[in-house]
C-alpha cells in the first residue's frame, strides 16, 4: 500500500530561524493535506493540495506539491514558538476516498 | 457547536471491560471518520461513515470494535473485552461529504486507558 514518508522526524530550531518538512510518497499523490497538532490535542488543518506545483500560504506557513505530486514540502518562515507541534501529512486515495492515510510525523520544537 | 466535539476527554478502563467513546460532528457534515493514534505515530484510520452507513470499516482491527452511527450525526465507538494494546487516543473527524477535496476536520480525541 502506498505510505508517506516524513524527515526530519523531529527537529529543534532557534526563534526566528527558517525550517522544511518533507513528506514523501512512492506513488503519485491526489489530495496531500498537512495538519498540526500540539501534544494532547486533536489535528488543526493548515493546508490541502491537489495540481502538481501547487502552492499555498497561510500566514507563515508555505506549502508546496511537486510536479510530479509525489513529493510535498513545508516550510515555515521565521518560526516562533507557536509554531511548536507535530506536523502530519497525510493523503486521501486509492478506492476509498474518505480515508486519509498519514505520515508518521515530525516533531518540531522552537527555542526562544 | 462549532467543532467537533468528543466525549469523554479521558477514559480509564480495566482489561476486558466494555467501552464507548462518543463523537458529534459539525453540523450538516454527512461524513463522520474514527482514527486511532498511538503515541510517536500518525493516526490511523478505523472507518468511516457517510450517513448513516458504514462506507468503509476497513481498518477496525477486530470483531471487538464496533462503531454505530443511527441518525446520521453523532456516532459511537464500541470497545468490546478492552486489552492493553488498545490503549491510544481515538480521534473523530467530519466533513462535508467524501470527496478527495472535502477537508477533515478532526475533535480533541478521547484518550484511552486500559490498565
Known amino acids: 500500500s502506498q505510505e508517506l514518508e516524513q524527515s526530519p522526524q523531529s527537529l529543534i530550531v532557534q526563534e526566528g530561524k527558517n525550517l522544511t518538512i518533507n513528506c514523501t510518497s512512492s506513488?503519485?499523490?491526489?489530495?496531500l493535506y498537512w495538519y498540526k497538532q500540539k501534544y494532547g490535542e486533536g489535528l488543526i488543518f493548515l493546508m490541502m493540495?491537489?495540481?502538481?506545483?501547487e502552492e499555498k500560504s497561510h500566514e507563515k506557513i508555505t506549502a508546496k506539491l511537486d510536479e510530479k505530486k509525489q513529493q510535498s514540502s513545508l516550510h515555515i518562515t521565521a518560526s516562533q514558538p507557536s509554531h511548536a507541534g507535530i506536523y502530519l501529512c497525510?493523503?486521501?486515495?486509492?478506492?476509498?476516498?474518505?480515508?486519509?492515510?498519514f505520515g508518521q510525523g515530525t516533531i518540531l520544537t522552537v527555542h526562544p | 457547536g462549532a467543532g467537533v466535539s468528543q466525549t469523554p476527554s479521558n477514559k480509564v478502563t480495566e482489561k476486558g471491560k466494555y467501552v464507548e467513546l462518543r463523537c458529534d460532528p459539525i453540523?450538516?457534515?454527512?461524513?463522520l471518520y474514527w482514527y486511532r493514534q498511538s503515541l510517536g505515530q500518525g493516526p490511523e484510520f478505523l472507518i468511516y461513515?457517510?450517513?448513516?452507513?458504514?462506507?468503509?470499516d476497513s481498518g477496525l482491527p477486530n470483531d471487538r470494535f464496533f462503531a454505530v452511527r443511527p441518525e446520521g450525526s453523532v456516532s459511537t465507538l464500541k470497545i468490546q473485552r478492552t486489552e492493553r494494546g488498545d490503549s491510544a487516543v481515538y480521534l473523530c473527524?467530519?466533513?462535508?461529504?467524501?470527496?478527495?477535496?472535502?477537508?477533515?476536520?478532526f475533535g480533541p480525541g478521547t484518550r484511552l486507558t486500559v490498565l
Open positions: 473527524a467530519s466533513s462535508l461529504n467524501t470527496h478527495r477535496a472535502d477537508t477533515q476536520y
Open positions: 506513488k503519485t499523490l491526489y489530495g
Open positions: 493540495l491537489q495540481k502538481g506545483g
Open positions: 497525510g493523503y486521501a486515495g486509492g478506492t476509498s476516498y474518505g480515508k486519509l492515510t
Open positions: 453540523s450538516g457534515h454527512t461524513a
Open positions: 461513515f457517510q450517513g448513516t452507513g458504514a462506507a468503509d
